[in-house]
């Protein structure tokens, strides 16, 4: 979940003495003009105490904005959270409005709670306060300051010392009572401009990061790629204590984070279901081992509904699976957890395993505490073979690894003491494809076609997905959005397809296509852009502002062959060059073909990667331009004389 500092209210006046501020503000509008405003403070203090003998950690956040602009109002609102592991106290906001050489001081008193929600998930547990600032205007300043507590330090939050504005002054402290000792992880620092040091103060040791003057976000947070790839911020983490001659260890090693996590798996007791079992038996019965856990993983897949649900200790205990199947729904982990029972049931082994998807960038030996992962499969281990057990992923096929896994490590519980890592392959540039093979003919002005076209792999999840629960009526309608061909007046008006929802098949759709007015008469000539799919057109790259890397959620390839019939009475007058453009990562290949009663274009589209950054973005628009001038290409048919 991504949380930022955002913005009822109203407020106290007192005033302070400007101290200079005015000297801060030229300073900064001159040097940060081209920005709104400056967060002129960014500071996060940690405290690792003992108190009555107690492990104790609380975190004051401070936030310091100066708005150097008269685009204010964009920082009115604000906001933070804290979840079931947390509790918020010493909270405090107020805006500083510059009156000549003086500030006056605006306190909001005003604070309204409610729970969070995330769009990808059923529920979870997270609080949002929100309020806004008073009579923010050009010159003021926003603070906010409020710190968390702990109830389990197993849980801290990271810490950035990046934001979407220059931060002109950003440090991060830990005050570390003596019985205590901590880890600490700094990420994306190869700049060298965060700073480290660390001292010691009678019964306390300090550790401080800071950074002075740095630039705001290079890059824009993407669905796949979060600002915790490239932005610098730190993670702390207790690692043990000795309060009172009594050891205690916590995080520190990928053995640590695992011993935690399987206290709670072996928390889950199954009841003996009668009809529980029954049904395990009537969908694998003869069945080779394999052949049961496929046929397991199917009926979970269509048959228990997906609904996550993270509250407290909950988001890591995962419910028994025979208390899923009665309820017939569950989250990752209660998902996880029926497949592991059903194969149990039959003799099978599975196992718990735990994996974060792909906005997640770290592996567990980078940081083995429980950020570095955020969903629950089941595993299979067929021989040498690893086969992930996800069902969340609807129409996913039994062996394939999801999309949003790929390159990911999977942390795979084989008993109480013992694990695995399993390193999730990327699935080849073959496995997932489009062909769409086409028939053109015109009528007038008009152009209609007949497609046959072929969808398998991860694209075929992605049509079966954008179909699901389309009524019968609505097909067409929806197919015209998904093919998007020519321009906005195309239309699906006839299709049928087959094994969209069937597992380990390719999907087919025929179907029947017009496009009102797309072809251009000219006297005795007809003019005709041939290339009806001009996917990734506005995808050029404008490295002036803020960008996202480029995102690919899987390797793929797109194939689209078009076959003009001239119309009686013409003859072909011209046809546009090919071109191609190759790098290991993308890449395309378009060609024309020429016959008596036909002209064929074909045009493959290859997408390699993953991730795309800035390294190969001259690459990337350079295709992108080149692709944009074939997409203007037309043929020219000319009346026979």
């Known amino acids: 979940m991504k949380h930022l500092f955002f913005t009822s209210v109203i407020c106290l006046f007192t005033f302070f003495a400007f101290s200079g501020q005015n000297n801060d503000f030229e300073y900064l509008k ?48 604000d906001y933070f959270f804290y979840g079931a592991f947390t509790s918020v106290s010493n909270k405090e906001a107020y805006s500083l409005i510059p009156e000549g050489n003086k500030y006056r001081k605006i306190e909001v008193e005003n604070f309204k709670e409610s729970h969070d929600r995330d769009g990808s998930v059923f529920y979870d547990d ?12 050009k010159g003021a300043k926003t603070f906010l300051s409020y710190t968390v507590d702990y109830k389990n330090p197993r849980f801290l939050r990271k810490s950035f010392l990046q934001s979407y504005l220059p931060v002109i002054n950003g440090r991060i402290t830990a005050k570390v009572h003596k019985d205590i000792k901590i880890g600490y992880k700094l990420f994306n620092n190869e700049s060298g401009k965060v700073h480290f040091k660390q001292y010691q103060k009678g019964k306390y040791n300090y550790y401080e990061w800071d950074v002075v003057e740095n630039e705001p976000f290079q890059y824009a947070a993407g669905k796949r790629y979060s600002i915790s790839y ?24 990928v053995s640590d984070l695992y011993h935690f996590y399987s206290g709670f ?55 028994a699976g025979s208390e899923v199947f009665k309820k017939r729904f569950g989250d990752c982990k209660g998902m996880s957890s029926i497949i592991k029972e059903m194969m149990r049931l039959t003799g099978v082994e599975g196992y718990f395993s735990w994996v974060g998807t792909r906005d997640i960038p770290y592996t567990y030996e980078e940081l083995p505490l429980p950020s570095v992962d955020n969903h629950m499969i089941a595993t299979y281990l067929d021989g040498d073979s690893v086969v992930l057990l996800d069902a969340t992923v609807k129409y996913l096929d039994y062996g394939v690894y999801p999309d949003h896994l790929q390159g990911k490590e999977v942390l795979i519980s084989l008993d109480s003491d013992h694990y695995r890592l399993f390193k999730v392959p990327v ?73 969209l929802f069937e597992h380990d098949k390719k999907a087919k759709v025929n179907y029947g296509f017009s496009l009102p007015d797309y072809c251009r008469q000219l006297a005795d000539e007809i003019y005709l852009n041939m290339d009806l799919d001009k996917n990734y057109k506005e995808m050029k790259i404008d490295t002036s502002s803020l960008y996202a890397p480029i ?63 800035e390294d190969k973005f001259e690459q990337w628009n350079k295709m992108i331009k080149q692709l944009n001038k074939h997409y203007r290409s037309t043929v020219a048919l000319k009346k026979i004389q």
Not at 53 to 61: N, P
Not at 126 to 137: H, N
Not at 243 to 250: C, L, M, R
Not at 427 to 453: F, K, Q, T
């Open 551 to 613: 995102e690919n959620d899987f390797y793929f390839t797109e194939r689209f062959i078009y076959s003009l019939e001239i119309p009686d009475g013409y003859r072909i007058d011209y046809v546009p060059e090919g071109g191609s453009f190759n790098t290991p990562e993308f890449g395309y290949k378009i060609t024309y073909t020429k016959k008596e009663d036909k002209v064929i274009m074909e045009k493959l589209i290859r997408f390699e990667f993953l991730l795309l950054k």
């Open 126 to 137: 997270t609080k949002t306060i929100r309020f806004s600032y008073p009579s923010v205007q």
């Open 30 to 77: 001159d040097k940060y003009g081209e920005y709104n405003a400056v967060i002129t403070r960014l500071e996060y203090d940690f405290k690792f105490d003992v108190i009555d003998g107690k492990l104790q950690v609380s975190q004051t956040d401070v936030q310091e904005i100066m708005i150097l602009n008269d685009h204010a109002k964009m920082f009115t609102n």
């Open 230 to 253: 490239y932005s610098p911020h730190v993670a702390l983490y207790v690692d043990e204590t000795n309060i009172n001659g009594s050891k205690e260890n916590y995080f520190g090693e």
């Open 427 to 499: 699935a080849p540039v073959e496995y997932s494809s489009v062909v769409d093979s086409i028939s053109l003919r015109i009528e007038g002005n008009s152009l209609h076609g007949e497609g046959h076209r072929m969808h398998k792999g991860y694209n075929k999840i992605e049509l079966a997905r954008a179909l699901t629960e389309v009524k019968e009526k609505d097909i067409e309608k929806r197919l015209s959005q998904i093919f998007n061909k020519g321009n906005n007046k195309f239309m699906v008006d006839s299709c049928s397809i087959s094994d």
């Open 265 to 319: 798996i072996q928390q889950v007791k199954n009841e003996d279901l009668t009809e529980f079992q029954q049904l395990v038996d009537g969908i694998t019965q003869g069945l080779s081992d394999n052949e049961k856990v496929k046929a397991i993983y199917y009926w979970v897949q269509q048959n228990i509904k997906y609904l996550a649900y993270e509250q407290g200790y909950m988001g890591f205990l995962p419910s």
